[in-house]
C-alpha cells in the first residue's frame, strides 16, 4: 500500500513511479519551491500557524519574507528566523495602508517579485470574544472586519504588481465558525464568513492576472489569537479530538503542508476554495 500511495504521488509531482524511490520523491518534494519567494504573514511565536507554513514552503525551497506587527512579535520572529532559509524580516501592520505599500516596495526593491502569500491575520478585542455576538460593540465590530477580512483585499492589491502573470497564489486561514455558530466565536464568526467571501471575489479579480486565491479552515490550534476566544481554546480541542472522524488534534504542521500544496504547482488547477484540514469534523451533524 506504501509504494502505491509513494507512486501516485510521483505521479502527481510529475515524476515516472517506475524509475523513482522514496528518496527521489523527498528530494523532489524539498524542490517544489526552489526559486520561488513567498510573504508569510502572521508569525508571531513557534505555536503559529503561520509558523507551521513558514517551515513547510522553507522545506519545499522557498525563500520568505516574514511580517510582524510590531517590535514585541519582531523579537519573537527574529529568534525564530535563524531555522530558515535566510529570510527578509519587516515590520508592518495592516490595519495602516501605508505600511503596506511600504512592505511592497521593500520586497521589490530586495527581491522583486512575489510567487505566493500566506495571509494568517485575525483580530478582534477579547470582549467581543465573550457573552452573546448581539452585544458586540459597533467598533469592536469594525477591528475584527478589518484585521481580518479586509486585510486580504488590501494586501492583494498592493502584492498585485510583484505577482501578476508569475501564476502566483495566496492562501488565508478561515474556521469552521464562519457557517456555523461556535460558543463565544462570535463576531470573529462574522469576520471569517466575510474572509471567506472575499477569497472567492479576489479569485475572480486575480484569475485572469494567472493568481490563484484559496483558504484553509482549519480545525481548533492553540495559538496566541485563539487563546482569547472565551471558553477555552483547551476546550475546543478537546471536543475536537473526541469527535472528528480522525479522533485528533489538528496540527501547525498538517496546515503547513497543506498550505505548501495550495501554492505549489500541484494545486495549479484550484483557485477559490476552502479546504478543510480538520480531521473531518466539518462533515459532522449533530
Known amino acids: 500500500m506504501d509504494r502505491i500511495l509513494?507512486?501516485?504521488?510521483?505521479?502527481?509531482?510529475?515524476?515516472?513511479?517506475?524509475?523513482?524511490?522514496?528518496?527521489?520523491?523527498?528530494?523532489?518534494?524539498?524542490?517544489?519551491?526552489?526559486?520561488?519567494?513567498?510573504?508569510?504573514?502572521?508569525?508571531?511565536n513557534k505555536r503559529s500557524i503561520a509558523w507551521g507554513i513558514a517551515n513547510s514552503v522553507n522545506k519545499a525551497g522557498a525563500r520568505l519574507v516574514l511580517t510582524y506587527q510590531n517590535e514585541r512579535l519582531g523579537e519573537n520572529v527574529h529568534e525564530l528566523a535563524p531555522q530558515l532559509n535566510n529570510p527578509l524580516l519587516a515590520q508592518c501592520d495592516v490595519a495602516s495602508d501605508e505600511q503596506i505599500q511600504a512592505l511592497m516596495t521593500r520586497i521589490r526593491e530586495?527581491?522583486?517579485?512575489?510567487?505566493?502569500?500566506?495571509?494568517?491575520?485575525?483580530?478582534?478585542?477579547?470582549?467581543?470574544?465573550?457573552?452573546?455576538?448581539?452585544?458586540?460593540?459597533?467598533?469592536?465590530?469594525?477591528?475584527?472586519?478589518?484585521?481580518?477580512?479586509?486585510?486580504l483585499a488590501a494586501v492583494a492589491r498592493a502584492a498585485l504588481p510583484l505577482m501578476k502573470e508569475r501564476q502566483a497564489a495566496i492562501v488565508t486561514l478561515t474556521?469552521?465558525?464562519?457557517?456555523?455558530?461556535?460558543?463565544?466565536?462570535?463576531?470573529?464568526?462574522?469576520?471569517?464568513?466575510?474572509?471567506?467571501?472575499?477569497?472567492r471575489y479576489l479569485a475572480s479579480d486575480l484569475g485572469p492576472h494567472g493568481i490563484r486565491v484559496n483558504a484553509i479552515s482549519a480545525g481548533p490550534i492553540k495559538t496566541l489569537a485563539s487563546s482569547a476566544v472565551g471558553g477555552g481554546i483547551s476546550t475546543m480541542i478537546k471536543l475536537h479530538a473526541e469527535r472528528a472522524p480522525l479522533r485528533k488534534q489538528v496540527d501547525i504542521d498538517e496546515v503547513g503542508d497543506a498550505a505548501l500544496f495550495l501554492v505549489s504547482p500541484l494545486s495549479r488547477g484550484i483557485s477559490g476554495e476552502v479546504i478543510?484540514?480538520?480531521?473531518?469534523?466539518?462533515i459532522l451533524g449533530v
Not at 17 to 44: C, F, H, P, R
Not at 122 to 148: C, K, N, Q, V, W
Not at 276 to 282: A, L, Q, S, T
Request: hydrophobic fraction near 45%; charged fraction near 15%.
Open 276 to 282: 478543510y484540514v480538520d480531521g473531518g469534523y466539518h
Open 175 to 199: 474556521y469552521l465558525g464562519s457557517e456555523r455558530v461556535v460558543q463565544s466565536y462570535n463576531v470573529m464568526g462574522v469576520a471569517k464568513a466575510a474572509l471567506e467571501a472575499s477569497v
Open 110 to 151: 530586495e527581491v522583486g517579485h512575489l510567487d505566493f502569500i500566506a495571509h494568517v491575520l485575525a483580530f478582534a478585542p477579547r470582549e467581543a470574544l465573550e457573552g452573546m455576538y448581539a452585544d458586540t460593540r459597533r467598533e469592536a465590530f469594525h477591528i475584527a472586519l478589518d484585521i481580518s477580512a479586509y486585510s
Open 6 to 44: 509513494i507512486a501516485m504521488l510521483m505521479w502527481r509531482a510529475g515524476l515516472r513511479a517506475n524509475s523513482g524511490t522514496v528518496q527521489n520523491y523527498q528530494t523532489t518534494m524539498t524542490q517544489l519551491l526552489e526559486g520561488k519567494t513567498g510573504l508569510i504573514m502572521g508569525v508571531a
